[in-house]
């Protein structure tokens, strides 16, 4: 078991993807911080972070529920600080949380174009910034970023320039951080779906039931996480992952197993 006893600080981990990863990382005994802002069940969105963390006590991990929003500094300061206290430091850092709205210039307020920013960019700059100095200490630390390749290509930007700088901006941080601690053995990677993935987000933003259909579940993205986050950091930084790669490069080749709807053609994710 290769994360037993490892603790895991994943952003936005109450649904969705996070919550998928951390969901793996505890079937093989790891601890799992818990963060998110959702405390008490949503009208329109499944799960809390007490309910995941829960799930992850269940699949054979320990988990620390925390309620943080990525936005605020102090927040951000007290959760790690909470991680630590309770199970000594910090070995891998996953930054997940995301806004998204995919609006053209003129119809993308500022209120949600500072959202997407300070969640996305901000956010993964600030708390990888937090869990740096306990990564530091750590035995082969990994930073994951869910960001995608840094594809320069106007397509990516036009439709929806705010949101791809935002997104950009945290593969952004997977480049310079990668750089900036590949001697101390801190790897910082990217790991991006090739498909849509089955959230919340596709469902209640992107395109409902048809395109959840057409997406696979958060599972390969869990799955593609435990490899990637298991290899040697010295040796395996500064990439940009896409999910299906890695579990082909580790021998997968059937992924019916991961689509919603078998019948449906799968849909690429933006910036693939």
Sequence with gaps: MEFKGKTVFITGASRGIGKAIGLRLAREGANIIVTGKTAAPH???????????????DAGGKALPIVMDVRFEDQVE?????????FGGIDILVNNASAIQLTPTLQTTMKRYDLMHSVNTRGTFMTSQKCLPHLLKADNPHILNLSPPLNMEERWFAPHVAYTMAKYGMSMCVLGMAGEFRKEGVAVN???????????????????????????????MG??????????????TGQFFIDETVLREEGMTDFSGYRVDPDQELMPDFFI
Aim: charge should be negative; avoid cysteine.
């Design 190 to 220: 990217g790991l991006w779906p090739k498909t849509t993935i089955a959230t919340a987000a596709v469902d209640n933003l992107l395109g409902g039931d048809e395109l959840m259909r057409r997406s696979r579940t958060p599972d390969i």
């Design 43 to 57: 009208p329109k969105l499944p799960g809390t972070i007490f309910s995941s963390a829960q799930e992850m006590v």
């Design 223 to 236: 799955d593609a996480a435990y490899y990637i986050l298991q290899k040697p950091a010295r040796e395996n």
């Design 78 to 86: 007290e959760a790690v600080e909470a991680a630590v206290e309770q």
